[in-house]
């Protein structure tokens, strides 16, 4: 395993983990973890943008669907951004697709989340496990 130096300081831990919040693999981005964090993006991202796709912007509703809004502010503050959209201009989704898009989209949120968790976790340990060791 390669060793990074010691950051277990908690302006370092809150930094990464913010980053990872900010834009999804940010966080191992910063700790020099390229490659998952273009994966972590990509998957993060279309997953979320699948979820707007099958369902609108309207999946995205913070005052009638508060469960499925706090799962799916785990992507992104932007994510702020198309709830107070939903919440001025009232799209109204409805049926299958609406569903199929809030789990979608929250799905994406959770994974992000659990990504975040990994990024402060490898920053605190100071270690990165390369492919094949």
Known sequence: MA??????N????????LLAWLVPGA??????ERKRAAIIFMTV??????????????VVDPIGAKPWYVAQIMNSPAVAVFGHLTKTRHYIVYGRP??????YTSIAGLLNLLCIINAVYIAHEGKVQTAGD
């Open 27 to 32: 966080g191992h981005f910063v700790i020099n």
């Open 10 to 17: 908690i302006f370092s831990l809150l930094t990464v983990g």
């Open 3 to 8: 060793q990074l130096p010691k950051q277990n």
């Open 45 to 58: 991202v279309i997953t979320f943008c699948m979820g707007l796709y099958i369902g609108s912007i309207g």
């Open 98 to 103: 609406g569903e199929i898009g809030q789990i």
